[in-house]
């Protein structure tokens, strides 16, 4: 073989190495983007599930401390006794076992329940402080059922985390005839007895249950 033809033997061996280097450094390159974009991703996704877990946490504890509020305020078993067309003017006349401003709610729709056989409903305002990060507006709304059953719930509105709860107080009523003080029937002249009778009204007494109240919920995401 001549000096020349074992040269350009050796160049062209040379070439075809290099060629085969570069495809290996490709192939390598390749798979190194596709493990450093999984490993992005998997960052990106971790990030967004821990910022989603924070959010659920607060919405958890918002709405958690919210029903606690409400609950703290169920003293002990209520009772309201209701005589229409005194008691909505009678502030003396409160719902025994709940805190004050709450049980003047009830009141009102008690009355109102009473007078109309038919359910009410109010809403409820929060103080959100303490709860920064809130993803959404704490909300809540109570209604009183025709039997007089109280629903309380308590949900993240405008959020993408919410922890909704309920809060069940049954209730249960009884209507009775009271005499009326001072209002005694004058007797027949030729009546046997000569006391006479008293006039009578209707009362209802309206009872909760501390003991029987529960509280359901679930998690519910956007």
Do not use: H
Not at 141 to 153: A, E, G, H, P
């Amino acid at each position: 073989m001549t000096p020349l033809k074992k040269t350009t033997k050796l160049v062209r061996k040379k070439l075809n190495t290099r060629g085969a280097s570069m495809v290996v450094a490709l192939v390598i390159f390749i798979i190194c983007s596709f493990v450093a974009l999984a490993i992005v991703n998997s960052a990106i996704l971790n990030a967004k599930r821990t910022i989603a877990e924070r959010k659920g946490d607060i919405a958890f504890k918002a709405t958690t401390q919210a029903m606690k509020l409400i609950t703290d305020c169920i003293k002990d078993d209520s009772i309201y006794r209701y005589e229409e067309g005194v008691s909505a003017n009678d502030d003396n006349n409160t719902v025994k076992g709940m805190e004050e401003t709450f049980g003047l709610k009830i009141k009102e729709m008690a009355e109102t329940v009473a007078s109309s056989n038919d359910e009410t409903s109010r809403t409820i305002t929060f103080e959100s402080e303490g709860l920064d990060g809130l993803d959404g507006t704490l909300k809540g709304k109570i209604t009183m059922q025709s039997d007089f059953t109280i629903n309380v719930d308590v949900w993240i509105d405008g959020g993408k985390e919410d922890y909704p709860l309920t809060l069940t107080i049954p209730g249960s009523s009884q209507t009775v005839l009271e005499d009326k003080i001072g209002k005694k029937i004058k007797p027949e002249v030729n009546a046997a007895v000569a006391t006479g009778t008293f006039e009578q009204k209707e009362v209802t007494y309206i009872s909760w249950s501390k003991i029987g109240m529960y509280v359901t919920g679930k998690k519910a995401s956007s």
